[in-house]
């Protein structure tokens, strides 16, 4: 695959990877689509038409029509998430995680409101995919789900045998509210929201929406005093069960898919998580140093638009790998140095491996693929300069390739994993060395990473120069806050 576009010009190149990607998820997904329009048109079928007549050779055209009519929403569906971001190296996931949040979603909007149950057309519980895609992925793909959901529901309604049966005008009036409802809650939402809030704003947004179900009642009906109640009530009841059903759905799907929504990073950032744990008891160093990088990275990713709780989550976690030999590390030792009876080569293989280790131990721990991405990138390429000058000392010529002591990479490739890298070694050389005045601290962090981007740690992530400065003084500050002197009140009482 390499040797085929090597010898074309990036523009050409970027053209011809994106054609692949789109290629490889087209494959992946199709499936899913046919599996889904399947399942949604017998289900359909099954519940809100007669099932043996629609197999009728008469009924044959309106079957196979709507059965089309759906494939192709389905596949608007398909193509809208991917072109949402086409470099969301998680597409293939999250469409198979919408598509079967999708199809449940709809198998219980169908069942809820068909005859059997409610026989109330606004007993539509279509927020469950709204809210738990607005959770789980985002407020775009939230909202396109919830239209091509709400239309195939009108479709199925529509292309019954047994449509007359129905009051249409009622169905689509219906299907409006109920997912002009969640998609309210889509603008309401901010990330990091609790799950006490966030089930709090979906109880309360059908409550507000309430007026516009009557409003539809008034338009779509002519025996107001036999429905407007059945209709507010049912309205309200069905998006009170998708709130509870959407509390069931993240839980299972974010670790079913293994997505960091803010939910699972609150809990991964949990201090008695068994990982934490033995990293605070086995490593208390590594353990120490970690929790003020997560301060710091937090501050830093607020401060240039990115996710606060995966940076502070991911800080915790980055140095996982040194619980393979804790004692290797400077921060774990106290009188013994492991490193002073071995030679400089050992010593850096003992160090660079924590990344590889940190990454097989996050993988293990089932952490969000974000984390695991960072414990591997967080040093980048970057040599380990203490040994690569202690074995330098030991060569008799004074030439050394730096090659043998540097982390095996790969760069950052996020700009999460750039922050991390920034946070960690300005935390790091700070410990060791504490700068006295504002002006020391500022010329120590800017020469720090100033390093970092002479060994070109960043060149393979979207950070900019524009971010890096904004970096550079959220650590400066976050860092002099944590590391202030404290005030020496004896001193203060003897004075
Ligand atoms: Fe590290
Ligand atoms: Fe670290």
């Given at each position: 695959m390499i040797d085929d576009i090597k010898d074309l010009s990036t523009i050409e190149k970027e053209k011809l990877l994106a054609r692949r990607r789109f290629g490889a998820y087209f494959v992946k997904c199709i499936g899913g689509v046919l599996i889904a329009t399947a399942a949604i048109t017998l289900f359909a079928i099954f519940m809100i038409s007669d099932f043996n007549g629609a197999f009728t050779p008469a009924r044959a055209t309106a079957t196979s029509g709507r059965t089309v009519t759906t494939f192709l929403f389905m596949l608007l569906l398909m193509l809208g998430l991917y072109g949402f971001d086409?470099?969301?190296?998680h597409a293939v996931r999250d469409f198979w995680l919408t598509l079967i949040v999708f199809v449940l979603t709809f198998f219980i909007v169908i069942t809820l409101s068909s005859e059997k149950i409610t026989?109330?057309?606004?007993?539509?519980?279509?927020a469950i995919l709204s809210l738990v895609v607005l959770q789980l992925l985002d407020v775009k793909s939230s909202v396109l789900s919830t239209a091509v959901l709400g239309i195939i529901v009108v479709i199925s309604f529509h292309f019954s045998?047994?449509?007359?049966?129905?009051?249409m005008a009622r169905v689509i009036s219906a299907v409006i509210c109920n997912s002009v409802s969640p998609i309210i809650i889509c603008f309401f939402y901010k990330k990091h929201f609790t799950r006490l809030k966030f089930l709090l704003l979906s109880l309360l947004v059908p409550l507000l929406a309430e007026p516009l179900v009557i409003m539809m009642t008034l338009a779509s009906t002519t025996s107001i005093a036999a429905n407007l109640l059945n209709n507010v009530l049912w309205f309200y009841g069905g998006n009170a069960i998708a709130s509870l059903i959407f509390m069931a759905f993240v839980a299972i799907f974010e670790g079913i898919f293994n997505i960091a929504d803010d939910f699972r990073l609150s809990e991964l950032c949990n201090l008695s998580n068994p990982l934490l744990k033995r990293l605070a008891s086995e490593a208390p160093g590594t353990f120490n140093h970690s929790l003020v990088v997560g301060t710091v990275a937090e501050a830093c990713a607020s401060a240039i638009g990115e996710n606060p709780n995966m940076a502070r989550c991911a800080a915790y976690y980055h140095?996982?790998?040194?619980?393979?030999?804790?004692?290797?590390?400077s921060e774990n030792?106290?009188?013994?140095?492991?490193?002073?009876?071995?030679i400089p080569e050992v010593s850096v293989s003992m160090i660079t491996s924590h990344t590889l280790f940190g990454e097989i131990l996050a993988k293990q721990s089932r952490l969000p693929s974000e984390i695991v991405d960072i414990c591997r990138q967080h040093?980048?390429?970057?040599?380990?300069g203490y040994f690569y000058r202690k074995a330098l000392t030991l060569k008799e010529d004074g030439d050394l390739a730096v090659d043998k002591y540097t982390y095996a990479g790969p760069k950052p490739q996020s700009k999460l994993a750039a922050i991390i890298m920034i946070a960690d070694t300005v935390e790091a050389a700070i410990r060791s060395y504490m700068p006295d005045t504002r002006e020391e601290y500022e010329n120590r962090i800017n020469m720090l990473v100033d390093e970092k981007i002479k060994l070109k740690?960043?060149?393979?992530?979207?950070?900019?120069l524009g971010d890096i400065a904004i970096i550079k003084k959220t650590v400066m500050e976050s860092l002099a806050s944590i590391n202030h002197s404290r005030i020496d009140y004896d001193k203060k009482r003897r004075a």
């Open positions: 086409t470099k969301n190296r026989n109330n057309r606004y007993a539509m519980p279509i045998n047994r449509a007359a049966d129905y009051n140095d996982i790998g040194k619980l393979k030999a804790p004692l290797y590390f030792q106290s009188n013994y140095n492991p490193h002073d009876e071995l040093h980048g390429t970057a040599p380990v740690q960043f060149d393979e992530c979207p950070i900019t």
